[in-house]
């Protein structure tokens, strides 16, 4: 028996949780994680912007807190899920932290006594039924990145190398394809706002930029591509995002108007559970097709890939880790994906934060989306990140990094002050 | 222009709002319902059965009162979600009623000045993203279900007539074939109290009876489908439900062991989402199937039809108006079976509640589950019904007939006290 570490200094709950600090593995074997609480809240992230299905003008999401303790220290780890489907603080609060507070933690540890963030959320899925991937997915999402951060913090580690080293034999990559999820419609933009906010991008470092369709005519997108265009230079450094507007016919005649342009991916052209309709679309459409943000479960991609007629030399999968039952499910996806016979490199995790940029590195996705310039504080990246010729290099904080963003940083405290 | 009528009786807000009352069509004619209030909380009905998936230990559900305001008098309406799937006011509070309340209410009105719940349901789902058909269906159920009940109130018609003269050429069914959701396993249940259960139901006037199965080994649900049997007398009248907790070699050797039973049918035996393992069943499997409790929209349907294999002739579809966007959705989902060329008699609703049971009336769906011992006071009809072998007429009452179940009106009640 190993004996027990006595840490000699008091248990600072309002410490700095940004102090790492360092054990020796003797002393890490003697600890054991404890939950000191959770906290959820909701955060607005509104804005006037629109795609061509919704506007943001009410977007709210869930911001969590995990306070845990561990060789007498705290570690304070951060979730929060992605834009676009809204806060889910009653499911956390009322479905998922019962069911963790009720359980024997001693039975999610791992061998070194840190909460394991795979058998907690097998912890607080308990008594869910299957089917019905919406909402609670978004839930999951962000419960489960802030254990993933407590997770990488107690290894002081960034998260995508402690990705590398247990699902990964070691391989990362040192530089992560990102793509500005942009091109919005706002009120009064016009084909000039279109073309500075690209020209913007590409004064930051991005070389490939995406812009929303499907809000106006055909003969306006196409003016609207051709705009961007203009700035872009070719079809390959463009992607276009119909979020979903289109039924098959619009769809179809979306793409063959947009065919010759050769674009990088037309994203979302159908309702994400039309996988029929995809597969029709991808009989006539020869580039490449994005989609999956509206999936949320292995499930839905499950399907998606034997019915949607989708091409795993060309096309692209977006679920995304935020907002589909968090990083403990995305690791299912990716095995998922490579039964399919698929690369992983398919898959461009949507949402363009922190955790899907960990996961792109240290996984070794496609790359991640990134939001320079919406749905702040937070989309986007530390605050010193570079982009180089549409690259970038993960962070070397322990954790997801979040501390190092300082305007999300500071606006969680501010959430939950 | 019609003078505008002016009751002589002051608003009543506080008075019984089973005080139906009558009005001349001309005085219809120049009314206009607002809307007063609405207001939405959670109900435990958490109890100890289980299935083989889940526990009820937890269960809550939402329920919704609408107070509405049409030529003088006040209209409620009462919606609540089915059990399984949790309550969902977050959603119905932070997204559905600010939609509602900041929309102009005059818009959705019909030819008589009654709020339409269809025009409603567009109106509080603006700025949802499409896809992830889970817990928003769920709140859009008990939210939507409350707008149909003030909605018949204020035409003084049970909801099934409404439904019979509006949307089903003024067709309807006096009896409705019914059977109880029951056979849950609890603790020390055993074979006799099973078969103590189905005497319980047989002596209600059940014909038809459902037990769970998947919760021990195939040998033990074949003791238990035994006892089952010597009470119910044949297969056609004993239905399985495995509650989606078999993967597909699970569900083909269980159905291989059932088989010869011919069972009136074998239910959720997989995962909602996985039709193409349906399909393979099917194949297989030559008796009935019934699923869809889990599915939650037309889109989910749409692929279990597409992909799922089952056969027009004779499996089920399970869907339930309450957790799966409400009766507005379900007409929908009644158009897309006849686009497929499925009869709507092959629709058995889930949720044993009396939104199905006037859903199975008015718009002629093959009958409705019934909930007479579990999920109370939310599952059951009301106080006064009778079974005769098997079929139950519908209730006479306007609206859904909450009013006439007194244990679930008073529960209601109790609720927003």
Known sequence: MQEKFVPNFSCQFNADPLAFFSFSNQEILSFTMKIRNIQTQKA?????????????????ISVVVVNAEYGG??????????NGRYAQCQIIKERFLPRIFNS?????????GVLDPRKIWQTFMQNEKPGGHGDRAVAAGALDMAFWDVYAKAYQKP???????????????????????????????????????????????????????????????LRRIEAALSVVGKGENLCVDANARFDLNEALAFADAIQHYNLMWYEEPLDPDDFLSHAILAERYAPSIATGENLFSKHGLQNLLRHGGLRPDRDWI???????????HYLEI???????????????????HQLAL???????TGGSESYPGVFQPFGGFAD????????????????LGIEEKSDLFNKIQEVFD
Chains 1, 2 share one sequence.
């Not at 977006?318 to 403990?328: E, I, K, N, R, V």
């Not at 990716?334 to 363009?352: A, D, Q, T, Y």
């Open 44 to 60: 607005r992230i509104d804005s006037n912007i629109r795609n061509a299905y919704i506007n943001f003008s009410e977007m709210t």
């Open 73 to 82: 220290k705290l570690i304070r780890g951060y979730g929060f899920c992605s």
């Open 104 to 112: 024997d933690l001693s039975k999610v540890l791992d061998e070194n």
């Open 159 to 221: 998260l995508w190398k402690i990705l590398s080293e247990q699902f990964n034999d070691n391989q990362f990559d040192e530089q992560i394809f990102v793509y500005p999820g942009g091109g919005y419609y706002y009120p009064g933009k016009g084909y000039d706002g279109l073309k500075d906010e690209f020209k913007k991008y590409q004064d930051q470092g991005y070389k490939v930029l995406k812009m929303k369709v499907g809000g106006d005519s055909i003969d306006e997108d």
């Open 318 to 328: 977006q679920l995304d880790p935020a907002l589909s039952y968090g990083l403990t």
């Open 334 to 352: 990716i095995k998922l994906v490579e039964n399919f016979g698929w690369s992983r490199r398919r898959l461009i995790p949507h949402g363009g």
């Open 358 to 364: 960990n996961i792109a590195a240290g996984l070794q």
């Open 384 to 399: 010193d990140y570079e982009i180089v010729d549409g690259f970038i290099r993960p962070q070397e904080q322990p954790g």
